[in-house]
């Protein structure tokens, strides 16, 4: 009992002093005092969690020293529309925090415009000329290692949540910050970066469309956001200049150090550090190889086919001279994405089917790719097998169709892998390579269907391994500065086309050779032989195309692909009419554009007329037939064809929107207007006139058929006239061409007003409506014979 009295008297002896001590370590160094209760990560910049206050802190140890900032989404919304997918990599900004006073700010550093020579007062001048940014202040918590809280930095839309929404016509969102949190999970620090997850709503008056798709309340978007804070690379990374034969993507800047003789915009193109251990062109093994690693969360047998697509590019570097220079692996058991030494490939799914990404972290200073981040849609080979389903839909045997189906869908999940690790590795689109042999891919390709022995045979829908151009590319920026004009002058002699992004993706695009989801160098031909592959598909079209288990109701979505067969090969053939040839090449004094020669343009606009015809557009009765309306509570989703008849299929429809597709690339203005251009110059071109008089001479000139092909004949008419008078009235047409497409109207009128005084009151009646509604068109801008144009439904991505 003695001792039990004595020991209590200790401990409330003790417990004021205990308090006391506390207290003054709170006082004298309160920094330290939240760090000894915060739950701590520590690493490239060492982070502080107070659970209690909520409040996460930063060890304010890193001043003036550059490093890099960068925002992604760990998770997404959903919705390919709007955009904001899981994996999603933001702005990379180049920031230093600085102290002044009490007061701790994070600074984003000008890049864009910089000296590079060793003059310290030049670089000042640069730096003094321009404006930075400063992003964020806090207030500095002194002690031994002074902190700063960063919530008010981290629960913040740095990466543009709310400016996405509203471009894509969500509404008016804005950050609620009372309904964001940092989520401590999320907050980690490794040797070269440390990142802050944070959990941030947008709220709105009323949902936007798209987000109500995807979010249970679409009034409260919550989005999961990571803040990356990542140290630059180390010295030794030599930078390499951008040369637009390369097939790189690049950075660029303004270097006011530069000589007056020299350019002031310099490029450098964006590669990974790559290391030979024994330096020169010979082969060698490399001292530190470019792994990526794949997501674990990819299901078999997808999993297999993306490991093999991505391992392809092995053969790229080991042709190059780096021995095991690329390696790919599963990423292993306990291994955190989320540190950026890891290249990821993420595996992502939406709501519906949407594009898949290569991005990267690069260091603007140099180009140097410090983080490659693939994201593949999951949804994208179910487009493929859709496509596959349709096409083997006649054959007999159904386990080889079926079999077929899913060898052509792994098939492009080998080459989208190959694609879009290529981009991550510093590689540009190559819209020119399905002309020059498949040579890429880094292009997009559709899948090869033929037809043999009376029989569709899909057997080899996509080229297996990389191309000739890949190889090239590979060598040109990872090998040595010394090699690159060798190379460029053997790219010359095996005849490379390389067109990227500029010239190839819009419908304005003028390059004859590089276009999207085409095949082989000639277009026309090209498309004359899918046509037939179409038609035949069409015609033994059937149930069998249905999954197991799936109403006939559904059938109208799977015969979809099937009917828009040729939609991206009509757009390469549409390319040769005023079309254009050159290449980026910039050896020799041979240096120079053409327009296509005039039979090729005179072909493709045949070929294209084909397309037009009724002919091409109808759908088989039998297949028409079997086309039920949906069952059930299935109902018509953004794949489906629209329909003016309500739930039942309208083949008129369908009809309007592949001639409304192939009008709308004959008449583009820029087409039109380089058209003219070349004809002023070669009277043996084709002309705005002969175009013109071709269309209407396949269209509204022709005699109108009997039966079912009526109501199309009809209707592609009425298309015509819409698409002419559009191109009339755009601003990008030239004056001259409008010229030319009012002389033309004046003669159709005129034809079109004899027509309707003859034949049937239905035909004379059609007619008439025609000829009324291009004198109320020429007038008014705004008019147009079909009030609601049937559009298409997505085709891209495939």
């Known amino acids: 009992m003695m001792h039990r009295s004595i020991s209590l008297a200790c401990l409330l002896a003790i417990a004021p002093a205990t308090l006391l001590s506390e207290a003054a370590i709170a006082a004298s160094d309160p920094a330290q005092h939240i760090i000894k209760q915060a739950q701590a990560a520590k690493g490239f910049i060492n982070l502080f969690y107070d659970k209690q206050a909520g409040q996460l ?50 600074k984003q550093l000008n890049t864009d415009y910089r000296a590079s020579s060793e003059n310290v007062a030049e670089q000042q001048a640069v730096t003094q000329a321009f404006a930075e940014s400063i992003l964020w202040r806090g207030k500095l918590v002194e002690g031994k290692n002074a902190i700063v809280a960063i919530n008010d930095l981290v629960i913040n839309d740095l990466h543009g949540v709310a400016d996405v929404l509203e471009s894509t016509k969500q509404g ?18 490794f040797e070269r970066n440390a990142d802050v997850d944070v959990n941030l709503t947008f709220n709105a008056a009323k949902a936007g469309e798209q987000v ?79 792994v990526y690693y794949l997501d674990p969360g990819v299901p078999e047998p997808i999993r297999g086919a993306l490991l093999a697509g991505a391992r392809w590019w092995e053969d790229a570097f080991s042709a190059a001279g780096f021995i095991d ?164 002058a053997s790219s010359l002699e095996k005849g490379f086309r390389y067109i990227g ?9 003028s390059h004859a050779y590089a276009s999207l989801w085409d095949r082989g160098n000639d277009a026309v031909a090209e498309l004359l032989r899918l046509e037939s592959v179409r038609l035949k598909a069409l015609n033994e079209f059937n149930s069998d195309a249905l999954l197991t288990g799936e109403p006939n109701g559904e059938l109208a979505d799977v015969v979809v692909p099937i009917y828009l067969l040729t939609r991206y090969q009509i757009e390469a053939a549409a390319k040769w009419i005023g079309g254009t040839d050159y290449s980026y090449q910039q050896v020799g004094s041979g240096v120079r554009w053409s327009y296509v020669a005039p039979k090729k343009q005179f072909d493709a606009l045949d070929g294209l007329l084909g397309s037009l015809q009724s002919s091409s557009l109808i759908m088989p009765a039998n297949v028409l037939q079997v086309l039920v309306p949906k069952a059930g509570n299935y109902r018509k989703t953004r794949e489906s064809f629209s329909s003016k008849l309500g739930v039942v299929i309208d083949p008129v429809t369908m009809a309007e929107m592949m001639s409304r597709h192939i009008t709308t690339l004959l008449l583009t203005p820029e087409r039109l207007n380089r058209v003219n251009q070349a004809y002023m110059e070669d009277r043996s071109q084709l002309s705005v006139v002969k175009l013109i008089d071709k269309l209407v001479a396949k269209s509204l000139y022709q005699e109108l058929p009997n039966g079912r092909e009526l109501a199309i004949q009809m209707r592609v008419n009425a298309v015509v ?41 239905y035909q004379s009646a059609h007619y008439d409506w025609l000829h009324k509604g291009i004198v109320t068109g020429l007038d008014n801008a705004k008019f147009r014979l079909i009030n609601e144009p049937a559009t298409m439904p997505p085709g891209s991505p495939i």
């Open 172 to 189: 008016q969102y804005h950050l609620d910050s009372t309904r964001s949190v940092i989520l401590p999970q999320g907050i980690k620090s």
């Open 721 to 761: 006239v819409d698409a002419m008078l559009a191109a009339y009235h755009n601003v990008k047409t030239a004056p001259e061409v409008q010229a030319q497409l009012a002389a033309r109207f004046d003669y159709i009128v005129k034809q079109l007003k004899r027509r309707s005084n003859r034949g049937s009151d």
């Open 212 to 290: 109500a798709q995807v979010t249970p309340d679409g009034k409260f978007l919550s989005v999961r956001l990571r803040y990356s804070f990542i140290q630059l690379p180390d010295e030794g990374f030599e930078p390499r200049a951008y040369h637009p034969m390369s097939g790189y993507l690049s950075d660029q800047y303004i270097d006011y150090s530069t000589a007056v003789d020299q350019p002031l915009v310099q490029r450098h193109l964006l590669k990974h550090r790559l290391q030979k251990k024994v330096p020169g062109d010979a082969p060698s093994p490399v001292v530190k190889p470019i």
């Open 57 to 106: 802190y930063l060890e304010a140890n890193k001043l003036n020293q550059p490093f890099l900032m960068l925002t992604s989404l760990p998770h997404g919304v959903g919705s390919n529309d709007i955009g904001l997918d899981r994996g999603q990599l933001g702005r990379t900004r180049m920031v230093q925090f600085e102290q002044h006073g009490p007061y701790l700010i994070l």
């Open 501 to 509: 992004e500029a010239d190839s993706r819009q419908a304005s695009a």
């Open 325 to 488: 220079g690329f390696k790919v692996e599963l990423l292993p058991e306990g291994a955190d994405p989320q540190d950026v030494r890891y290249n990821m490939i993420q595996w992502v799914h939406r709501a519906t089917r949407g594009w898949s990404y290569g991005a990267a972290v690069t260091d603007p200073r140099t180009g140097e790719i410090i983080k490659g981040n693939v994201t593949l849609g999951s949804l994208r080979v179910r487009q493929d097998h859709l496509i596959a389903r349709g096409l083997t839909a006649g054959w007999p045997d159904r386990e080889a169709a079926s079999e077929a189906a899913m060898a052509l869908s792994l098939a492009r999940i080998r080459q989208l892998s190959a694609h879009e690790i290529g981009h991550t590795l510093g590689l540009d689109h190559n819209f020119a390579a399905s002309t020059n042999d498949n040579a890429s891919v880094m292009d997009y390709p559709h899948p090869y269907a033929s037809i043999e022995a009376e029989k569709i045979d899909i057997s080899q829908p996509y080229r297996e391994g990389i191309g000739e151009w890949d190889k090239y590319t590979i060598a040109y920026g990872y090998g040595s500065a010394a090699q690159a004009q060798t190379l460029l």
